[in-house]
């Protein structure tokens, strides 16, 4: 079992940059790819971006490609996420979550965290 905790969020204005922290327990983090998804107020939780247990696979979401970048040290347990040029509509409540095989082949994001609020003013 892996327990997630985000940090770093806050306000900031547009234009400004974030670095959200994702903190896991367990002995076996490195063997988890984690993602970084996002859910702002009346709409759909949506991915943001992931990266596989070694750190040497990343996958970002279109919108903010060359803006964000994720990374992690596995000998902290934790994956980060760098949030430059922060514009009004990265406002959102953002998560990170493990990946876990649910079945042979079968992989879900299982475990998440509780969230961490980002606000960016115009």
């Known amino acids: 079992q892996v327990q997630l905790v985000e940090s770093g969020g806050g306000l900031v204005q547009a234009g400004g940059s974030l670095r959200l922290s994702c903190a896991a327990s367990?002995?076996?983090?490195?063997?988890?790819?984690i993602g970084w998804f996002r859910q702002a107020p009346g709409k759909e939780r949506e991915f943001v971006a992931t990266i596989s247990g070694s750190g040497g696979s990343t996958y970002y979401k279109d919108s903010v490609k060359g803006r964000f970048t994720i990374s992690r040290d596995n000998a902290k347990n934790t994956v980060y996420l760098q949030m430059n040029s922060l514009k009004p509509e990265d406002t959102a409540v953002y998560y990170c979550a493990a990946q876990v095989e649910v079945r042979p082949r079968v992989y879900e994001y299982f475990y998440w965290g509780q969230g961490t609020q980002v606000t960016v003013s115009s």
């Open positions: 367990g002995r076996t983090f490195s063997t988890y790819r």
